[in-house]
C-alpha cells in the first residue's frame, strides 16, 4: 500500500509533500514526492497535500468504549472497544481494570490474555492491561468501588501477573497505603510502571516513592489532594520529580485548561502522558451506564456518579490532541510527543510503535485540515476511513 501527498511527521524529521510505503504490516519506506515505481502497489491513496500523518495514539488508561469495558471480560467487549477506537485515532491501547473484587479483576486478566494471543487485524491492538487499584487510599477512591480496596500485597500482585501471562504493564497504587512501599519496589523489580494515583501521599512520601521505583502519576490532579503552598503533596511533586511522566485527562472538565497550561509549563512536552480514562459510555447517547457495578450517569459529555464524584471520561483521543494544542499552544508535533511517544516509551514498546520511521509498526492516522482522523491503519490495516464509514 502506498499513501502520498502527505505531511508526513516522521520521527527524525518534518516532510512536505512525501509518501509512505507499507508492506507486512511494517512501514517498509518513506521519501519525498512518489516512488518511482508508484504503479505497482496494490493501493495507492492519494491526497491533497492539505493532509497530515502522523504516528497512531497510544492510550494507556482507557477502561471502555461503545458499550463495553474491559471489566465486562468477555472477548466481545475487547473486541468492540478496539474497533470503536480508530475513529479517534487510537491504534492501540492497555485495557484498563477498576477496583473490584479479586474473582472479576482475575476474569478480566484471564480475557486480556486470551485475546492478545489470537487479535484480531483492523482493530487498535491491546498492548496489556493497566491494572488501577485495587491497592490504593479510600480516601481517594473517587469512582473506585471502596468496598474492595486492598493494602499493597506483592504476592498476589505477582500471582495476578502470572496469571495474565505477565501482560499488566502498568499499576495505578497509593505508596502511602500499608506496604504500598513494598509493592512499588516489587514493580521495578518485575519491570512494571509503578503509577501514584487514587493516593493521598505527601511530597516525602512521593519522594520515597520514586526512589523506591515509581515512574509515573495517574490522571494528574484527579484523585490526590489540591496542591497547597504548604503542602505540595502528588502534584507538587509531579512537577518537581523529572523521573515521573504525568497522565492527563484534557478534556476540559476533569482539569481547567489553565490547570492544564501550568502543567505543560512545568513537565514540557517529554514527561507528559494524554490518556481518555473513557468508560463504556464513549461514543453513546447521554444515559446511565455501569462503572465497576456502580450507576455512571453521563449528561453533556460528563460522566458522574450518583454523589457527583466524576467517574472516568467520554474523551476521545483526537479531541485531546486538539484540546490540548488549544488549551496550552503547542503544536501537532508536541501533542504527537505526548499522546504517541511518550506512552510508548513508558510501556517499552517505542521500538515498534509510538512514531514514524522505516521498520516500526504502520500504526498510522491520516488528518485533514481541522486534525480530525479520516484514515486510521492498525499494524498497515485499514481500521478507520471516514469516507467509507459516512
Known amino acids: 500500500m502506498l499513501l502520498s501527498g502527505l505531511t508526513i511527521y516522521a520521527e527524525d524529521r518534518l516532510i512536505e509533500n512525501g509518501y509512505l510505503v507499507i508492506d507486512g504490516g511494517k512501514i517498509a519506506a518513506i521519501g519525498e514526492g512518489e516512488p518511482n515505481d508508484a504503479g505497482r502497489y496494490g493501493r495507492h491513496v492519494r491526497f491533497d497535500g492539505k493532509h497530515k500523518l502522523i504516528p497512531g495514539m497510544i492510550d494507556i488508561h482507557i477502561h471502555g468504549a461503545a458499550g463495553a469495558d474491559t471489566m465486562d471480560a468477555t472477548l466481545d467487549a475487547l473486541m468492540t472497544i478496539a474497533k470503536a477506537l480508530p475513529k479517534e485515532g487510537t491504534t492501540s491501547f492497555l485495557a484498563t481494570t477498576i477496583t473490584q473484587k479479586p474473582e472479576a479483576i482475575e476474569s478480566a486478566l484471564d480475557n486480556v490474555k486470551t485475546y492478545m494471543d489470537d487479535q484480531p487485524a483492523g482493530a487498535a491492538e491491546v498492548l496489556g492491561v493497566h491494572l488501577e487499584g485495587p491497592f490504593i487510599n479510600a480516601a481517594k477512591a473517587g469512582a473506585q468501588p471502596i468496598e474492595y480496596i486492598k493494602s499493597g500485597d506483592p504476592d498476589l500482585f505477582a500471582r495476578w501477573q502470572k496469571r495474565s501471562g505477565d501482560r499488566i504493564k502498568v499499576v495505578t497504587l497509593a505508596p502511602e497505603i500499608d506496604r504500598g512501599m513494598e509493592l512499588v519496589k516489587r514493580l521495578r523489580d518485575l519491570g512494571i510502571v509503578a503509577s501514584i ?165 504502520a500504526d498510522l492516522v491520516v488528518l485533514n485540515e481541522r486534525d480530525e482522523p479520516v484514515l486510521t491503519l492498525c499494524n498497515g490495516t485499514v481500521a478507520y476511513d471516514r469516507h467509507k464509514a459516512s
Do not use: C, W
Open 197 to 361: 494515583g487514587h493516593s493521598a501521599a505527601s511530597f516525602a512520601e512521593v519522594t520515597e516513592a520514586v526512589r523506591a521505583g515509581a515512574r509515573h502519576v495517574t490522571h494528574l490532579y484527579n484523585g490526590m489532594n489540591s496542591l497547597h503552598h504548604r503542602h505540595p503533596g502528588v502534584v507538587g511533586a509531579a512537577f518537581l520529580h523529572e523521573e515521573l511522566f504525568a497522565e492527563m485527562i484534557v478534556d476540559g472538565v476533569h482539569i481547567s485548561p489553565e490547570a492544564v497550561d501550568i502543567a505543560y509549563r512545568l513537565k514540557g512536552k517529554d514527561r507528559i502522558i494524554l490518556i481518555t480514562d473513557a468508560m463504556r459510555a464513549k461514543g453513546l447517547d447521554d444515559g446511565t451506564y455501569d462503572l465497576g457495578g456502580q450507576a455512571v450517569h453521563v449528561k453533556d459529555g460528563v460522566a458522574t456518579l450518583s454523589g457527583g464524584q466524576l467517574a472516568g471520561s467520554v474523551l476521545k483521543m483526537d479531541q485531546a490532541l486538539r484540546n490540548m494544542m488549544r488549551f496550552t499552544g503547542a503544536d501537532l508535533a508536541d501533542v504527537i510527543q505526548m499522546g504517541a511517544i511518550n506512552p510508548a516509551i513508558q510501556i517499552g514498546v517505542y521500538d515498534r510503535k509510538g512514531s514514524i520511521r522505516v521498520g516500526k509498526d
